[in-house]
């Protein structure tokens, strides 16, 4: 049977192209339509052209259509991807000056200095929302899978108020756990695993190699190897010293983005001073300044491989599965074929124990033609939990209260809750520039007093 996957913001290339890639890899999704939506027409252009040189090189050649139009590309969608981000790296760039200038640093709330700011999560979740009204509307019936950050918030927010529509969030961040796994010898296909918690701050407390129990080999690898690793890798590493660090704190190993740049850098107290963080051999600003590099590289490389027909845009990326959650998740609830992936929902089976039923977790859960089942995962230790309700949890209570009632108040205690905010008056002053901005005229509006 024929299927239409939608995706929003299409202009990012690569994303675009692991997508094909991914399809391209996948016989039971061959038939399908893939319609490509941005209002960046120069960088829908080149995605497109890109995917479709892509298809063509490789012999599967898929239904590729492309539209600035949206509700043209929901019209008839059965999978509907989020990817949007509204503003670009510039709104993130020129808020965080600010937010410096404040006294604020990466390592604090990720609703400052970090890609899930208040003043980017503002637009992010009003355009979640309108997407999600016009499914609603055009297409009632499918699966609204919410890549876009940020997903925690996202999550919470759409499924507490719209719990009719098939919503699901998706993030890769898990996959840390692979690099553990190479780190200590074992082949992915021999390891099976348990990481839950909310998106961005997500723990092993399950870990079997070969159907045994492998974290006495985490302990023992903590124990013997850690350390040297720590002399030799890159700053801001996975397994670095703050990871390991952490690990010995709290019993449990932080995966993928629950301590690097790309999850907030937490826990601020690796990040109170340039020394520290040396110590612990963390570095956010040069994370992200190397990140905002590969970004526009790629673009530029994307731009050139769509248009450039002496490239072979296989060259660019090799034809092998991306190890994405998209297509595998999309091939299970279209194909009833049943595997279990890492989701984010609302935790109202309590999937999670201990985090509210009514708040977004990330989880393990069955796909299949039936939907998406979360499973019940083992408890973490309370002195995770703790942190989690502290610094995960409650500003995105807060920051959805602010957004509901439109008080600028609540933003301002928002800002609060950041570790190295010290006064109302810093508080109040950082939301003043960030608000008086040109580009914010919207956002200063719609939180008037």
């Known amino acids: ?40 027409e120069e960088k829908l252009d080149a995605a497109y052209h890109l995917c479709k040189r892509y298809s063509a090189e490789t012999g599967v050649e898929l239904e590729i259509t492309k539209t600035t139009d949206r509700e043209a590309c929901l019209r008839g969608a059965d999978f509907i991807i989020n990817t949007v981000l509204i503003g670009g790296y510039q709104g993130w760039k020129e808020g965080w000056e600010l937010g410096k200038k404040w006294g604020y640093r990466f390592g604090g709330s990720m609703h400052i200095m970090h890609d899930e700011a208040f003043w980017i999560n503002f637009y992010q979740l009003r355009m979640m929302e309108d997407i999600l009204l016009d499914i609603k509307r055009i297409c009632p019936d499918a699966w609204y899978i919410m890549v876009a950050n940020p997903v925690m918030a996202g999550i919470t927010y759409l499924q507490r108020k719209y719990p009719e529509v098939r919503l699901v969030g998706l993030c890769h961040g898990f996959g840390g756990v692979y690099n553990l796994a190479e780190e200590l010898g074992m082949d992915r296909e021999d390891i099976s695993y348990e990481i839950p918690g909310v998106n961005h701050f997500v723990w092993l407390n399950s870990f079997l190699y070969k159907g045994e129990d492998a974290m006495p080999l985490v302990k023992e690898w903590v124990a013997k190897k850690a350390e040297e690793y720590g002399k030799k890798c890159k700053f801001s590493d996975g397994l670095g010293p703050k ?32 020394e520290v963080e040396e110590r612990w051999n963390e570095d956010p600003d040069t994370w992200f300044r190397e990140y905002f590099e590969s970004s526009l590289s790629t673009v530029e490389k994307v731009k050139k491989a769509a248009f450039d027909t002496s490239v072979k845009v296989t060259d660019l990326i090799p034809f092998e599965h991306s190890r994405e959650p998209m297509i595998p998740l999309i091939e299970s609830l279209a194909c009833d074929i049943e595997r279990v992936i890492i989701v984010n929902t609302l935790n109202d089976g309590e999937y999670v124990p201990g985090v509210p039923r009514d708040f977004e977790v990330e989880i393990p859960a069955v796909v299949s033609a039936r939907g998406i089942q979360g499973i019940r995962t083992a408890p973490l230790p309370k002195s995770i939990i703790a942190r989690m309700y502290r610094d995960r949890i ?56």
């Open 394 to 449: 409650a500003p995105v209570e807060m920051e959805l209260a602010a957004f509901e009632s439109h008080s600028r108040e609540l933003l301002i205690d928002l800002i609060m809750m950041d570790p190295f905010n010290r006064t109302k008056e810093q508080a109040e002053g950082f939301l003043e520039e960030i608000l008086n901005l040109p580009y914010h005229k919207e956002m200063k509006e719609y939180f008037t007093p």
């Open 243 to 274: 990871p390991v660090d952490l690990y010995k704190k709290f019993g449990l190993f932080p995966i993928g983005d629950t301590a690097n740049p790309g999850g907030g850098a937490w826990g601020s107290w690796y990040h109170t001073s340039r």
């Open 1 to 40: 049977m024929k299927r239409k996957i939608s995706v929003i913001g299409a202009g990012s290339g690569m994303f675009s192209l692991n997508m094909i890639k991914d399809l391209c890899l996948t016989p039971n999704l061959k038939d399908s339509e893939i319609c490509f939506m941005d209002i960046n």
